[in-house]
């Protein structure tokens, strides 16, 4: 009997190996499920991520835009403060000059208010001085004009009489000695001209008169230009007693206040003194120049220097007989012929003549 050939690869062993590859392909279909499941997860977290690392990327950029923003706002902040410094550090500077400045000034007034208090202390020791000998020695005056009343004129800066006229020059040449710093003057403002030394100089006169008034006198203070009048409220143009002082204080703060302007009319002030009952024992004019104009206002708006000497005539042959006319005269530029003039009237009439310094009084 024939042997059977045997078949390796017979039905049996193909079932086998179509079995086990079967099962190797179910094997890795499983896995592969499982592993794409996992993928789509992971995908998923993934995507959440980036899509929230997104979103922060985006609130970053906004927020480094802003913070881009507020630097350079910041920047230009500081740039400013360091402007407002250096300016502040110079008005610093320039305040300190200033207080410096000032401080210096307040010491320079500081020693001149102690002068001017040692001056007033040593007036008031004068002042009393005086009122002892005046009331000790009426005949211890230096200078007397005999006549009707007691009528002395100025000389050894003292003063006296029983009724006594001080007059005083408010035309506009009182702002100063020369014709171009007057016309300048005019044009300040009115506290300037009230100040301008030569009409302080002026109003300190009138105020040394006054304190040298005897205790018993009667006084009057009369300021002229075109016109003249009272500086004295309620005076009525008549004689006032010295009293306690009031009327002579009155007197010089309304002085005080003036401001001068105007022309000259001499002629005016003497007929205002004829008015006075009884006629001054002494009269004081503290004056800086000739008249310009006569009781009416000028038709010219210049007049010459004999035109001048012409109403000084004039003025004069009004004035009343035996009346002293002491004069205290700041020299005017333009004007040479009025030293004369005045010196002859205080001369002629028994009074005195003065064209005081610049310091006095």
């Not at 993934?46 to 690392?53: A, F, K, Y």
């Not at 008169?209 to 018993?216: G, N, S, T, V």
């Amino acid at each position: 009997m024939a042997r059977r050939r045997m078949n390796v690869f017979s039905l049996a062993f193909l079932d086998v190996m179509s079995c086990g590859f079967g099962a190797v392909i179910l094997i890795f279909l499983i896995i592969n499920h499982d592993i794409e499941d996992s993928v789509k997860v992971v995908n998923k977290d993934l995507l959440s991520e980036i899509r929230l690392l997104d979103y922060q990327v985006q609130n970053g950029e906004r927020d480094l835009v802003e913070l881009k923003e507020r630097i350079d706002e910041l920047l230009q902040r500081v740039d400013d403060s360091d402007r407002k410094l250096v300016s502040t550090t110079l008005d610093l500077e320039l305040t300190r000059e200033d207080f410096n400045e000032l401080d210096a000034v307040s010491l320079a007034q500081l020693e001149s208010l102690n002068e001017l208090k040692s001056d007033v202390d040593s007036r008031e020791v004068e002042l009393k001085r005086l009122k002892a000998l005046n009331e000790a020695n009426e005949g211890g005056r230096v200078r007397s004009f005999v006549g009707e009343g007691d009528r002395q004129y100025l000389t050894g800066l003292k003063v006296g009489g029983k009724n006594i006229l001080i007059a005083i020059d408010i035309s506009g040449s009182m702002l100063d000695d020369t014709i171009v710093n007057v016309l300048r003057r005019r044009n300040m403002s009115e506290e300037r001209q009230r100040l301008s030394p030569k009409w302080q100089r002026a109003v300190r006169t009138v105020e040394w008169l006054a304190a040298q008034l005897p205790l018993d006198a009667s006084f009057q203070v009369f300021a002229f230009n075109t016109q003249a009048s009272s500086l004295i409220d309620d005076s009525n143009d008549q004689w006032v007693p010295l009293g306690d002082g009031r009327s002579l204080d009155q007197a010089i703060t309304s002085l005080q206040k003036i401001i001068p302007a105007g022309g000259t009319s001499l002629e005016n002030l003497v007929l205002k003194l004829r008015n006075l009952t009884p006629l001054p024992d002494n009269v004081y004019l503290i004056i800086d120049s000739l008249p310009t104009q006569g009781t009416r206002p000028p038709r010219r708006a210049t007049i010459s220097g004999s035109g001048r000497m012409d109403l000084f005539r004039n003025a004069l042959a009004k004035l009343p007989n035996q009346v002293p006319i002491n004069v205290i005269l700041f020299p005017m530029e333009g004007d040479p012929l009025a030293s004369a003039a005045y010196w002859n009237l205080a001369r002629t009439t028994g009074g005195a003549y003065m064209a005081p310094s610049r310091d006095w009084p």
